[in-house]
């Protein structure tokens, strides 16, 4: 019997994530089916319990659910935890199992395909949202020299690296601090990610030009046009490379897809077709 996925979304027409799994199902031989589930913003819950209850074996949840879907979970990984906030669901027979791949997409993105090394490095974070929050465990656990998270209410950005700063190991050499956007001079870093929601309105954050040096890579977590607002002002600003989050999103589909299946799919192939079509 075919086991039957979907990613739940608020617009979700627009997911990628049906072609991304049916191709991870064709590369490994398993008998799966994925679909996208458009749900009402007050019926998230309500959609995912009939689903389930329809013989559904697992889910994916993109905007606006994530929270919501941290809050229903039986259970969590830690990295949810950190997130607050699930992205992916396994339905099982002690209930639902949250997790949050979304950081380590991100993570096998920048190390293993576009060969950043994060070790050591300078990373300046911008946005303080669930976007940012999803992202900072995983930052953290590459052991940069430095984390910097840059947000519009410098309070929120205060508050989440207080709360990250209590869970580095007291021997840890991160150092991990924030500011407003309005604060950032004209300091260098060598990974400068856009994790604000700015881009899906056309327009970056509001950014000094001195971030971006010779060597520095920008990275939009988002893909596609959203993210070219952000990466325009980099290129414009001396980044030597950018990339948006196409990426990401195959990568933390492979996460998800390992959970539910106990296989990991190859993913460099299906990027490479995602771009192909979207060019």
Sequence with gaps: MTD?????????????????HAAFARQT????????????????????RAFAAAGGSGANVTLPFKEEAWRLADARSARAEAARAVNTLRFDAAGLF???TDGAGLIADLCRNLGFDLSGRSVLLLGAGGAARGALLPLLD?????????????????ALAAEFSARLPA????????????ALGAEAFDLVIDAT???????PPVLPGGLFS??????????????????AFARAHGAARCADGLGMLVEQAAES????????PETASVIERLRERSA
């Design 171 to 182: 021997k840890g050499r991160v150092r991990l601090d924030a500011c407003g956007l309005d």
């Design 98 to 100: 949250g997790d949050n």
């Design 4 to 20: 039957r996925y979907a990613v739940f979304g608020n617009p979700v027409a627009h997911s990628l994530s049906p072609a991304i």
């Design 197 to 203: 929601s700015a881009g899906l309105a056309g327009a």
């Design 142 to 158: 590459q052991s940069p020299a430095r984390l910097a998270i840059a947000n519009r209410n410098a309070q929120r950005a205060a």
């Design 257 to 264: 897809f390992h959970l539910w299946r106990g296989v990991r």
């Design 214 to 231: 010779r060597d520095s890579l920008a990275y939009a977590m988002i893909y596609g046009q959203p993210a070219e607002a952000f990466l």
């Design 29 to 48: 031989g398993q008998d799966l089916a994925y679909e996208a589930i458009l749900a009402p913003r007050d019926g998230f819950a309500a959609a995912l």
